[in-house]
């Protein structure tokens, strides 16, 4: 999309012809060096996939994307590998599905990218990696290679983990209850369908990390579950003091969500969303999505809640405030069915 070729190499030669028949680039080798090889494999991996990368010439800079950034920079460093052309990156956007086929092409888009020089990294390595940040519309952020594993500890591994441990008490639930399951749990469990094989690897590097994270969290737990069983008590006393405990919790994560930054790093903004319902025909949402086009509303996020059983389903579109009005009138008058 913004007129690069791209060569494209992976040890499934299945995985690079699907990205290929994606548009994602070409399997077709290189002629001579290229300005950026993007290495793009597990974590454990880097190292030997760099090494081989710059035994075969392959570029004038190298970067990684992989989830951390400590452990394959000593590891690099331990091969005894170039790192004056090379620098780690951690693009903050991500997929719980893997492989070409989950790949979306604006993914990164307003997301943080985290790039890890070192002492050694060249300037001209950091420009081309804040290039290929640009050209993919990211904010580059630049960070120790340590800190960001901390800070991936509390905002990305750990949250990994707790969506994993909510999803895993309803393996063995029984069918009705989970017939229920509205769009609360969908948001709290989306990230636990991701690649167990993928993570067991992210994780072997950051484990001390997120092990404090989630003694903390366990510490909140066990305090959550005394206030519940006060919650439940005979006497009122009791039960102030529970309720005064989980009121505790909420307003803590009240505080704590509301820091989460909104797109391109701005200070977290409020959409109001406007709720459609769609009929579960080919083709209706990208006719939704057209219409929302042309009367001049950006959708900032969607939403799509399927109903068990029914042939319909709602979308809800978060947009500007400002839009809402403007946005339900026209959808309407296009004959779609917006809820109050
Ligand atoms: N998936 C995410 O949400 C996400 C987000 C940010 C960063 N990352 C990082 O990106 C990297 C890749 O993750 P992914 O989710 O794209 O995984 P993926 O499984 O979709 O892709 C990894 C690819 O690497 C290939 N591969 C493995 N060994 C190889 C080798 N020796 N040479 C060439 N190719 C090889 C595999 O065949 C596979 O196609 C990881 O380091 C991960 O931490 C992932
Ligand atoms: O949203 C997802 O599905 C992700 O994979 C996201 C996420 C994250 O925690 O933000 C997960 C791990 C990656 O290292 C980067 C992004």
Request: hydrophobic residues 45%.
């Amino acid at each position: 999309a913004r007129g690069l070729t791209v060569h494209l190499e992976d040890a499934d030669p299945d995985a690079a012809r699907t990205a290929e028949s994606l548009g994602a680039g070409t399997t077709e080798p290189a002629e001579g060096p290229v300005d950026l090889a993007i290495i793009a494999v597990p974590p454990a991996l880097v190292g030997k996939v760099l090494a081989d990368c710059q035994r075969r010439n392959l570029a004038h800079w190298y970067t990684d994307v992989a989830s951390v950034k400590s452990g394959p920079g000593s590891e690099i460093a331990a091969l005894g590998l170039d790192t004056v052309h090379y620098i780690g990156s951690h693009p903050m956007a991500g997929r719980e599905r893997s492989g070409p086929l989950a790949a979306r092409a604006d993914l990164f888009e307003g997301r943080p990218w985290v790039l890890t020089p070192t002492a050694d990294t060249d300037t001209d390595t950091l420009n081309a990696a804040l290039e290929l940040v640009a050209l993919c519309g990211a904010m580059p952020i630049v960070m120790d290679a340590d800190a960001h594993d901390r800070a991936v500890a509390l905002v990305s591994h750990a949250p990994q983990l707790v969506s994993s441990l909510v999803a895993a008490r309803l393996e063995n639930a029984d069918e009705t209850a989970i017939r229920l399951s509205g769009q609360g749990v969908r948001d709290v469990t989306r990230i636990a369908a991701s690649n167990p094989a993928l993570w067991v690897d992210i994780l072997s590097a950051n484990a001390g990390a997120v092990a404090d994270v989630l003694e903390e969290v366990a510490g909140d737990l066990g305090e959550t579950v005394v206030a519940l069983r006060a919650l439940a008590a005979e006497e009122e006393g009791e039960r102030r003091a529970g309720a005064l405990g989980i009121e505790a919790v909420m307003r803590r994560g009240n505080t704590g969500q509301a820091r989460i930054p909104g797109k391109h790093g701005a200070p977290p903004t409020r959409y109001e969303t406007v709720a459609v319902v769609l009929g579960d025909q080919p083709g209706e949402l990208g006719r939704l999505f057209g219409e929302v086009g042309e009367a001049g509303v950006n959708i900032e996020d969607v939403l799509i809640e399927h109903s068990d059983g029914q042939q319909v389903g709602f979308v809800q579109l978060s947009v500007a405030p400002t839009s809402v009005k403007r946005l339900t009138a026209a959808l309407r008058a296009g004959g779609w069915s917006v809820r109050d």
